[in-house]
């Protein structure tokens, strides 16, 4: 009997004593994942399982639904994601067609209109708020200077401030699907548009029946990542408004800290929870597409 069988029916007989077996190749494979297993419990289990157990109460539902600016705050989050989605959507569609135009100008664009993207989003939504500033803002001290007159207090009327903070996401974000469906774009064979082309067929109908076909489901799957993105935006509303005038502008990814201020941390989780209606049907429809 060779050393190597010995060794082998050591192993088992072992094994058959413990119960079960290990082999090296899977000792070391849980010794590398173990450091990220406990970060992952550490940084994100713990934090969810202790939100969710803050947040049991069912009376904290009750006095939520009460309060007249958690209303507010559900509708201000539908009509953000129904607005600045649709609006961020189509206009990264037909920006995709711009910018693959071959000229040395759209490149040069391209490249620019990528920076909102790609640089942080403190000091960029800062600066807006304070070039929107009534007094001393840049914007109303060149309306002052143009046309005589002071100018609207920008971020003090709630729908103004709501939809400014519209624009900011949109703005913010707008390259990044840009990208997206440009790249759906130019995975298009050209023969096929120069072939329509050959037939007669005009922007219009290349557009039709060319490219929309080809990047419908790529522009629903980037529809539904951007509702959960924009769900959970914090920086738009946040640094823009900070909620206010008078908490009119809060959505459910600001709202928490609104009950933060005011001390009450099991008001806050509930907020946060009541955001599961939205998330979870778009989880579900995100995952059972991505599994086709």
Known sequence: MTASTVEDTTRREASRRVGFSISAKQAWGLL????YMAVFVLFVVFPVSYSFWLARDPQLYVELAKD??????????LVFLLVAINVKMVLALFLSGF?????????ITAALFVLPWAVPSIPTILSIRFMLNPEWGVINQLIFKLTMDDGPNWLNDPTLAMALSMVVHIWKSLPFWTLILLAGRLAIPQEIYEAASVDGAGAWHRFRYITWPSISMLYVTCTLLSMLFTLGD????YLLTG???ADLT???????????RLDQLNMAMA???????????LVFFMMKRLSR
């Open 32 to 35: 590398f994942v173990a450091p």
């Open 99 to 107: 910018f693959t135009h071959p000229r040395w100008w759209v490149k």
């Open 271 to 281: 907020s946060i929870v009541c955001a599961m209606p939205f998330v979870l049907p």
């Open 250 to 260: 809060h959505v459910l990814a600001t709202l928490g800290i609104r009950y933060l």
């Open 243 to 245: 909620g206010g005038p």
């Open 68 to 77: 007249p600016i958690f209303l507010r705050t559900a509708i201000n989050t």
């Open 234 to 237: 914090f920086n738009s509303v």
